[in-house]
């Protein structure tokens, strides 16, 4: 057991010298800062700026000592909160490292179950958004696994301490099996929250609890149905209107058939998600060959179980469309890279967030992301107009590479710089991602 230690000279020394098969799963303020929020309404421009690649970066412990980090926050430029997996948030400034809100009396951990998803509400400071997996609840049948809950809880002021009795259940999900559980809650720049679901578990998207498809040369296929569960898709909710949410009314499948909150299907397991301006990335974790990012776009379907990537799943040729809903196409990722071969590749992907910040200008407008399996490397996608993104290992200072063995998530400051979650030789910590 490490001891957990929050690295105050970090926090503050950046406020002087810088301008953010599955995944386990800062300085200036929302006034001042020179890249477009992640509540913002217009996409920034998607072309790099020109300036190289770095040809390494270096890792700046905030925080070690730590077990499963998987989500952060910053709620302000002197504080942050850390998720950790096994159900506790903390608080983190530069003169505490406290418990903000302790859920293991609730939270249900093992495999990819726990706290998974973290997220502040973009007006409000005192509405903190979690994502958990909870023992089975009423409505869950009893051969499934576990139940997966959306909840709020409230804040106070100072935004110091959270309240665990004012927890206020959003949505429940039953979950068929322990694993592709996602986890990813994130507010988009239309103030409506986006929460990545997994297709229930198991391998395939079939078997118990898994939807039959249209597709009759694979069995299963929540990821393809929009009917009958929420599962294998990415939701939108109004979390400021209706009892417990409300639906935009411009939702896809709103007065169509299918279930209202669903915003895009065709997932596997998208564990992290993220936006800037306007567009939402979705990475989405393979089952034995690809992984994948994809721009993600109201009403689109992503694939999975008919393919994993833009690779049939199953036997070729995989349709080009679905037959249901009106032929509707089956959307290609921006980001593939397979399991094996290449520079780069690994096992399951941890989406990132494009570079907005100042201390890396080689990084503008870069999606940075990488693997659970990450071996002391990041991977940077440069983007293009058509077809698949050119990718490239964005390698780790040889001291650092060993506080990177898996890579669990990613954070974003206020100032756009990024974060990743990681566990090496010494255990687990956030590290600021800076120049060496």
């Known amino acids: 057991m490490h001891r957990r230690t929050f690295l105050t000279a970090a926090l503050a020394g950046g406020a002087m010298g810088l301008a953010g098969c599955s995944g386990t799963a800062g300085p200036g303020t929302a006034t001042d800062t020179e890249f477009p929020p992640q509540t913002a309404s217009a996409t920034p421009e998607r072309t790099p700026d020109g300036t190289g690649v770095p040809a390494r970066v270096a890792l700046q412990p905030v925080a070690t000592g730590l077990s499963a980090p998987v989500d952060v926050v910053f709620p302000s430029a002197d504080h942050r909160y850390v998720a950790e997996q096994s159900g506790i948030v903390y608080v983190q400034t530069e003169t505490a490292d406290e418990p903000l809100l302790d859920l293991r009396d609730r939270v249900e951990t093992g495999g990819e179950k726990g706290l998974l998803g973290l997220a502040l509400h973009p007006s409000d400071e005192t509405r903190l958004f979690v994502r958990y997996s909870a023992p089975s609840r009423s409505g869950t049948p009893a051969n499934y696994s576990h139940t997966f809950v959306l909840a709020e809880f409230t804040l106070s002021a100072d935004g110091m301490t959270a309240d665990p009795d004012s927890e206020r259940t959003l949505l429940e ?33 079939r078997g118990t609890g898994h939807a039959d498809d249209w597709y009759d040369a694979v069995d299963g296929g929540n990821g393809q149905d929009v009917t009958e569960n929420l599962l294998g898709s990415v939701l939108r909710l109004d979390v400021d209107a ?26 596997r397991n998208p564990w992290r998600m993220s936006f800037d301006g306007d567009d939402l990335y979705v990475a989405d974790v393979g089952q034995s060959a690809y992984e994948e990012v994809s721009l993600v776009e109201k009403g689109s379907n992503y694939g999975w179980n008919v393919r994993e990537a833009t690779h049939c799943f199953g036997p070729e040729p995989c349709p080009e469309s679905a037959s249901v809903r009106g032929g509707e196409p089956l959307v290609d990722p ?16 941890i989406g990132g967030y494009v570079y907005r910040g100042a201390a890396l200008p080689g990084l503008h407008g870069r999606y940075v992301f990488g ?10 996608a440069t983007p293009t107009e058509s077809g698949l993104w050119p990718l490239q290992v964005l390698p780790v200072a040889e001291s650092d590479t060993e506080n990177l063995g898996r ?30």
């Open 173 to 205: 999900i039953p979950q068929p099996q322990s694993n592709h559980n996602a986890g990813s809650i994130v507010f988009g720049p239309d103030g409506y929250l986006y929460v990545g679901v997994g297709d229930g578990g198991a391998g395939g998207d």
């Open 242 to 267: 209706g009892t417990p949410y409300a639906v935009p009314d411009d939702n896809p499948l709103v007065g169509r058939d299918g279930l209202d909150e669903q915003f895009a299907w065709g997932f």
């Open 334 to 349: 921006v980001i593939e890279y397979p399991h094996s071969g290449g520079d780069v590749n690994g096992i399951s992907v």
């Open 371 to 380: 693997d659970l399996n990450a071996g002391g490397r990041l991977f940077v």
């Open 407 to 436: 890579l669990l998530s990613f954070g974003r400051d206020l100032d756009g710089e990024l974060y990743a979650l990681a566990v090496g030789e010494s255990g687990a910590g956030v590290y600021r991602i800076v120049s060496v």
